[in-house]
């Protein structure tokens, strides 16, 4: 059974501070590797994702994410965030049966 | 360019009663298509996916029940609501790895 567990429901920050959201992935099969974000009131958006290659892999607005097979995990990073920050973000999982499953979500809060 | 149409945005329906929404894509062919339930402190739970016509995989037994009669239409359906079937309902696409999502259904059974 493919499962996405994300280890922080909600991570405040203050302004400028580093960032890391933790999310681990169980599947039998090889998988793709997606960090989606949702601004407060708006859709998801795709952040980045992992397909294959470099294991270190740079998305939209500073963010990046690494790929560790031996954990079976995929966190998320950016240096310094930014009030705009503020979102929830999800963690997803696609194997090649095109299942794409999601993990429960972190909350982050940029304080100034 | 690729759209992706999900209506209706809020529905109302008394316990007991029948539901299906619709979802439509646009400029592509033979799109992956999802159906989730978002709710709060529990991410997006994937309910029904669908990789052709008729090719449906069910991933949370329920009340609910998902087809496909066209290639860019995906529907989700229940015989009887129950109160429990209130939420937010996302539907999306896939292309290329990348999803792409409706606008959502806020769906309160009373």
Do not use: M
Not at chain 1, 4 to 18: G, I, N, Y
Not at chain 2, 51 to 56: F, S, T
């Amino acid at each position: 059974a493919q499962s996405v567990t994300q280890l922080d429901s909600q991570v405040p920050v203050f302004e400028e501070a580093p960032v890391e959201l933790r999310c681990n992935y169980s599947s039998s099969v090889s998988v793709y590797l997606f960090w989606y974000v949702q601004y407060p009131n708006q859709g998801l958006q795709l952040l980045l994702k992992y397909l294959s290659g470099s294991t270190l892999v740079k998305g939209i607005n500073g963010f990046e994410a690494e790929f560790n097979k031996s954990q079976t995990s995929f966190h998320l990073r950016k240096p310094s965030v930014h009030i705009s920050d503020t979102a929830e973000y999800f963690c997803a999982v696609r194997s090649n049966d095109y299942k794409l499953s999601f993990g429960a979500g972190t909350t982050v809060t940029v304080r100034a | 360019s690729q759209t992706i149409h999900q209506w209706p945005a809020t529905l109302v329906q008394p316990v007991g009663s029948p539901l299906s929404l619709e979802c439509t894509v646009e400029g592509t062919s033979n799109p992956n298509l999802y159906w989730y339930r978002q709710a709060a402190g529990r991410g997006l739970q994937l309910l029904f996916y669908s990789i052709g016509i008729d090719q449906i995989s069910s991933e949370v037994p329920q009340n609910l029940s998902a087809s496909r009669p066209q290639d860019r239409q995906f529907i989700l359906s229940s015989k009887k609501l129950l109160l429990s079937d209130s939420g937010f309902y996302l539907c999306a696409w896939e292309e290329t790895t990348e999803a792409f999502f409706g606008q959502g259904t806020r769906l309160t059974v009373v």
